[in-house]
């Protein structure tokens, strides 16, 4: 019998789901149709800024992210490689955090299984060496086919092995946290996940063409190479960051429609709001990133993003602005290729949902 089996954990039946019934059976309330918040902890809680955070070395992560983890060292004994990628990452990370808080050493250990699970399935050479391939289709709103990197998991996976090298001293760990920087440094059309905006340098949480430009995917890629950077004293990972940041600085605004921001800036038919979700988280990475380097345009940003939060009306606009938007692009991949208006590039159909 395997740990996973030995588990009391509410969905200790995920084993046998992808051994034998190819049907999920988890309790309703805890499966998220793929990927379980047993293991992977609440997909809907707020993301706040971290607690545990060090100015003057790598230590606690910016965001805090441990409602992601709510047993340790689960993850790697079932996810299938090229699956949910962010989600384990950002279950490494949560363990992590765990771990700082005081909550067992069972959390460092499981933040190191995920650790070492990444450096197996890491890419080694090719057009995109150093990345975590996802191999299905992303199932809604954008069409990328696999393999496909994400920045996002590029960066979050970087800042996990940073703080697991620091803990453990295994090489191992540094080597992978530098090799994942590599896919942000090639062109999205090369392999790897770097778009330009207005000429700049942009790490894509989705490689689309035309570029995305996701607003949250690129705070925490940047946040990889601020590790490599601080943890490893890596300066190619220091030099990526702050002409990251300048990226972001100088083109904050265009993700402020004057009463909301949007998620992307992908030529969708409508603008793409940010949901109240990824409003806040927006809100919460711009407070987490003014702490890492401070920028007026940081501050100036939070403050808007702040007020629009706390008004009603914007609340009611934004909500019918999301509501548009998923009516003319849906989640549901067969129902979106029925509308009228369905083109390639807007949506896809896929068996495999995204947790990002």
Same mark, same amino acid.
């Given at each position: 019998m395997t740990r996973l089996q030995q588990s @009391?954990?509410?969905?200790?039946?995920?084993?046998?789901?992808?051994?034998?019934?190819?049907? $999920?059976i988890c309790p309703p309330d805890h499966c998220l149709g793929g990927g $379980?918040?047993? $293991?992977?902890?609440?997909?809907?809680?707020? /993301?706040?800024?971290?607690?545990?955070?060090?100015?003057?070395?790598?230590?606690?992560?910016?965001?805090? /992210?441990?409602?992601?983890?709510?047993?340790?060292?689960?993850?790697?004994?079932?996810?299938?490689?090229?699956?949910?990628?962010?989600?384990?990452?950002?279950?490494?990370?949560?363990?992590?955090?765990?771990?700082?808080?005081g909550d067992g050493d069972d959390w460092l250990t499981g933040a190191i299984a995920v650790g070492r699970w990444l450096v197996d399935q890491q890419t080694r050479g090719g057009s995109q060496d150093g990345g975590w391939q996802h191999t299905g289709a992303y199932a809604h709103t954008f069409d990328l086919r696999p393999p496909w990197l994400s920045a996002m998991a590029q960066g979050e996976g970087a800042s996990?092995?940073?703080?697991?090298?620091?803990?453990?001293?295994?090489?191992?760990?540094?080597?992978?946290?530098?090799?994942? /920087?590599?896919?942000?440094?090639?062109?999205?059309?090369?392999?790897?996940?770097?778009?330009?905006?207005?000429?700049?340098?942009?790490?894509?949480?989705?490689? @689309?063409?035309?570029?995305?430009?996701?607003?949250?995917?690129?705070?925490?890629?940047?946040?990889?190479?601020?590790?490599?950077?601080?943890?490893?004293?890596?300066?190619d990972a220091g030099r990526a960051f702050?002409?990251?940041?300048?990226?972001?600085?100088?083109? /904050?605004?265009?993700w402020d429609t004057g009463y909301w921001s949007r998620y992307d800036l992908y030529p969708h038919p409508v603008v793409n709001i940010a949901s109240a979700r990824y409003h806040r988280l927006h809100v919460n990475l711009l407070r987490a990133m003014s702490r890492i380097a401070p920028r007026s345009e940081f501050a100036e940003a939070l403050g808007r993003f702040e007020e629009y939060a706390a008004s009603n009306v914007n609340r009611g606009r934004a909500?019918?602005?999301?509501?548009?938007?998923?009516?003319?692009?849906?989640r549901n991949s067969i129902f979106a290729l029925r509308l009228p208006w369905a083109r390639a590039g807007v949506t896809r159909s896929s068996a495999q949902r995204s947790p990002d």
């Open positions: @009391t954990h509410p969905c200790r039946s995920l084993l046998a789901y992808r051994q034998d019934v190819e049907k $999920c $379980c918040e047993a $293991c992977f902890g609440s997909k809907s809680a707020p /993301l706040l800024p971290g607690v545990h955070f060090d100015g003057d070395r790598v230590r606690g992560y910016y965001i805090d /992210l441990r409602v992601r983890a709510r047993f340790p060292g689960l993850v790697p004994l079932w996810v299938t490689p090229g699956e949910w990628l962010v989600a384990t990452c950002q279950a490494g990370l949560a363990s992590y955090e765990r771990f700082l808080a996990l092995l940073v703080r697991l090298y620091l803990e453990t001293a295994e090489e191992s760990f540094a080597e992978a946290a530098r090799r994942a /920087l590599k896919p942000l440094a090639r062109p999205t059309e090369g392999g790897g996940v770097q778009a330009l905006l207005d000429g700049r340098a942009f790490p894509e949480e989705y490689p @689309t063409s035309p570029p995305s430009f996701v607003l949250n995917g690129a705070f925490f890629a940047l946040w990889g190479c601020y590790d490599v950077w601080l943890g490893l004293g890596d300066e702050r002409e990251g940041v300048e990226t972001l600085a100088v083109n /904050l605004h265009r909500f019918l602005g999301k509501a548009l938007f998923r009516v003319v692009v849906p």
